[in-house]
């Protein structure tokens, strides 16, 4: 096998058998549905059920999947809702939708492996939207990839292959709806995947995709009508643009008519957009909507606009804000097939940003929210970082517009506002590597992402322990050990890189390891303006005035150094080393402190893994070994140059004398 199964690799014993499933629809995901049993309990059991098409429930004995209408409404929850009940010794799984009887399929098959006997479940996605982005090229090369090349393309072909297919299993079995096959920047022939030259190719992936309930995506460049031609200009308002779009709709939607639609970014770190023609954010989406909406196509939109030429100089530009003042006038001006995607934070994925003031912010317009689960700011999958702990947070966090109906999963689920095309997005942590994500233990990521979407309520440690077990079977070591380590690893990843929130201290070429000053006369936004005196960004109304992008509450919060968390603090406020934090240790102390901490339990981790040898998969052991030897060198590297940066700015000493360089 040239790849790990992952979470789907069943083992002999997970369950007992069963000798028929019958299934009453031949939509291909309830058929995906039934040999997706079939298979699983054939494999854990030893006996493969047989498959039997009944039109109606009878009272003949087996599992039986049973679609309701399934009229074609692919957004609606009711769709993607399921049942599963035990009824006169046969189990259902029923759903309205195709969609939903795949996804209860999955839910028992997993109930099986966990042991659970409640099998009795009903479920309804949180979000209607369950989405992964891929940052793939067609070269082969991926993004802000760190798990080997894209298995959708090499050498500016498509691929479509076993491993195609296996992908969309793992993802559907995790409750994943739509996925972007290409990098938001378009460039080289990715410009041509809507042309005819690939359309063969991207229908055959979209196929194995709908076998699994999946729509495909494609990011479409902005400038499209000059760069494939043969206009000259992308004006939204050229009536010759418009039509170029309407007639590439048309044209694209023939070949492939199960395309979800675009995903656009536009004006942002060069790419193209409205802007360039002193144009609205909302003229350039709505015209793109405008083409793809008799198609029942949707344009993703994404909110990270910002100017990337700053000068570092200015104290006043504050890149954090750009988001929010981008989009906040535009409320009610989106077409109603226009969803904006917005990022997590109002920066860049830092291992600690505070939550995007865009989110909640505007009441007719459908949003949905980017994380990434690419580690790009948070270790690379060389560091271990379980992130569904910090996106739990984010979700859960209120936002203090409404009364009730007020968090973050609230509005980005379309709850709080009853908008149908809402959800969750994340860039995606996948690639060509035999166990799909470069660290083993990041699988955890792209699992949790996609059932942390599908069910807000779950906990971080409940879909971690879920997916160990599922991954790695259930040996009691492995389980306390493996979960210990990544309920633990975003804070630890917290502790020894840039402290308190103020991000930004990475190297500049790849995003890895410690550079303090690295991006702080750089002209992409991003300072911490570190002095003699102290460090951090003053977001107050004094400072930038980033604060009062939130609402009154949270402005307050935020505003305030004595209530902003500490966690944030450096993001909100420029404050001396002797600040004293609520913890009671001066800020400078408490960067020392957690730096050496940090590296103390990457040790840690190191010490519990060892435990595992000869208990877990030889292979296992000794790739996640690797990555945690160079975490621990990474964490040397961060604490040493962080703490020395600071020592030699402040001057302050060590309480406890530890080595300072
Ligand atoms: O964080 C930045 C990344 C870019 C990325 C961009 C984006 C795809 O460094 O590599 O480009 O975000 O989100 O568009």
Known sequence: ??????????????????????????????????????????????????????????????????CGKNDGKYYDLNMQSYKIEEKDGSIIVASYGAAGVLYGAFALIRKMRLGETELTEE???????????????????????????????????????????????????????????????????????????????IRGIADIFADYGIRLFLSANYASPID?????????????????????????????????????????????????????????????????????????????????????????????????????????????????????????????????PLIGAMSFTNQMMEFQIAQEYTGQQRDLCYLIPYFKEILDFKMCRHPDCDTVADYVSGKAFGNRLCGVCAVTNTGNDYNWTGHDLAAANLYGFGRLAFDNDLSAEKIAGEWIEQTYGGNTLVMEIVSDMLMRSHAVYEKYTAPLGVGWMIEPADHYGPNPDGFEYSRWGTYHYADREGVGVDRTIAGTGYANQYAKPLAQMYGNVDSCPDNLLLFFHHLPYSHVLKNGKTMIQHIYDTHFEGVKDVREFIRLWRKLESVIDDGV??????????????????????????????????????RIY
């Open 228 to 356: 494939i031609g043969p206009l000259d200009t992308a004006d939204p308002c050229d009536e010759r643009v418009r039509e170029w779009w309407r007639n590439k709709a048309a044209e694209i939607y023939r070949a492939l008519p199960d395309l979800g639609g675009f995903l656009i970014k536009a004006d942002s770190e060069g790419r193209p957009g409205p802007f360039t023609y002193g144009r609205s954010q909302d003229a350039g989406a709505n015209m793109l909507a405008d083409a793809l909406e008799e198609f029942g196509g949707i344009v993703i939109w994404r909110c990270f606009v910002y100017n990337c030429r700053q000068d570092w100089r200015d104290r006043k530009t504050d890149r954090a804000q750009a988001c929010y003042d981008n989009f906040i006038n535009s409320d009610a001006h989106f077409a109603p097939n226009v969803i904006l995607q917005i990022k997590n934070g109002p920066v860049d994925f830092q291992v600690r940003e505070p939550v995007n």
């Open 621 to 658: 052991y000794r790739r996640v070994k690797e990555r945690l030897l160079m975490q621990l060198d990474n964490s040397v590297e961060w604490c040493d140059i962080i703490n020395s940066y600071f020592y030699r700015k402040s001057g302050a000493k060590d309480e406890k004398g530890r």
């Open 123 to 201: 479920k309804t996605p949180s979000n209607p939207l369950r989405m992964l982005n891929h940052w793939d090229n067609p070269d082969g090369s991926i993004e802000r990839g760190y798990s080997g090349n894209s298995f959708f393309f090499k050498d500016g072909e498509i691929i479509i292959n076993e491993r195609t297919r296996d992908y969309a299993r793992l993802i559907a079995s995790v409750g994943i709806n739509a996925v972007v096959i290409n990098n938001v920047n378009v460039k080289d022939e990715a410009l041509y995947f809507i042309t005819d030259r690939y359309f063969g190719k």
């Open 1 to 66: 096998m040239e790849y790990s199964k992952l979470w789907l690799d069943y083992k002999r014993g997970e369950c007992s058998g069963f000798d028929r499933i019958y299934y009453n629809s031949d939509d291909r995901c309830v058929v995906s549905a039934a040999r997706e049993l079939q298979s699983a309990i054939g494999e854990m059991s030893g006996i493969y059920p047989e498959l039997a098409e009944r039109r109606e429930l009878t009272d003949e004995n087996g599992i039986w999947l049973l």
